[in-house]
């Protein structure tokens, strides 16, 4: 009994110097050149905790944010905050693959800057954000209105879907609708059948009337992933190649 309680207090102060090592902390102060407001900064901290799991960050006097945290969270913070300090005028940062971030020892996670150029209103990265989340299942992203952002984390199978819908979500109010050139497809990797497929739809006239086309595809088809975006007048649906065909018919059905 003796050597068995030896053995577990070895056991405890191996990995307390362990997790000690690896979550040795330390804190910086960062500051931020663009003018952002207490809400700004308010954002900022909250992105830094729901996506990079950072949770003590706080502002300081002035426009700084002190963060505490390892030296990995510490450098992401760093990132994350050069991607989000931006002036407001100007042009709308190139959506890239440079403005992603590697979390170290993660796997294949990484967290991406999506900057949307058209989404004008709160309300509308809202619910491109929604739309993102209910198509992918992802669970780690965040608005920051000021710069008109999305912060999203996930595999890199489910940054480079976020990456094409924003890419075609993210146009002037009605522009896909007049004339879309044939249908807007995404397939999902490794060669199974299921598929995303963005619907336009110029009849719905009101959110209420795409809402309707909603209820209608989803009765149909019986699938789950699905989202409408009232800028474009679009539903994304995924599911299926015989659900997208069926949803292809009630929509047609529809116009």
Not at 42 to 67: K, N, P
Not at 227 to 249: D, K, M, P, W, Y
């Amino acid at each position: 009994m003796r050597v068995s309680w030896l053995g577990w207090v070895i056991s405890a102060l191996v990995v307390t110097v362990a997790f000690g090592q690896s979550a040795a902390t330390e804190s910086t102060t960062i500051y931020l050149a663009n003018g952002e407001t207490a809400q700004d900064l308010q954002g900022i901290i909250t992105t830094l905790s729901s996506v990079g799991d950072i949770r003590q960050a706080s502002a300081s006097a002035g426009t700084g944010l002190v963060v505490s945290g390892t030296a990995d969270q510490i450098a992401f913070a760093k990132w994350l905050i050069s991607e989000l300090d931006k002036p407001t005028t100007g042009p709308v940062p190139v959506n890239s693959a440079e403005h992603e971030y590697h979390l170290p020892g993660s796997g294949d996670e990484i967290v991406r800057v999506f900057y949307l150029a058209h989404s004008e209103t709160q309300q509308n990265l809202q619910e491109v954000m929604t739309l993102i989340r209910a198509i992918e299942n992802i669970g780690r992203l965040f608005p920051y209105p000021a710069q008109r952002a999305l912060t999203v984390r996930g595999t890199a199978a489910q940054i480079s879907l976020a990456a094409w819908l924003v890419n075609e979500l993210d146009k002037p109010a009605g522009a896909q609708t007049s004339a879309p050139q044939g249908p807007r497809e995404y397939r999902m990797p490794g060669g199974g059948d299921e598929v995303v497929r963005l619907f336009y739809v110029p009849s719905a006239r009101t959110p209420q009337e795409l809402q309707d086309v909603l209820a209608a595809v989803r009765t149909a088809t019986n699938a789950r992933r699905m989202f409408i975006n009232s800028a474009q007048r679009a539903l994304a649906v995924r599911g299926t190649a015989e659900q997208i065909a069926t949803a292809e018919r009630v929509i047609n059905a529809r116009q």
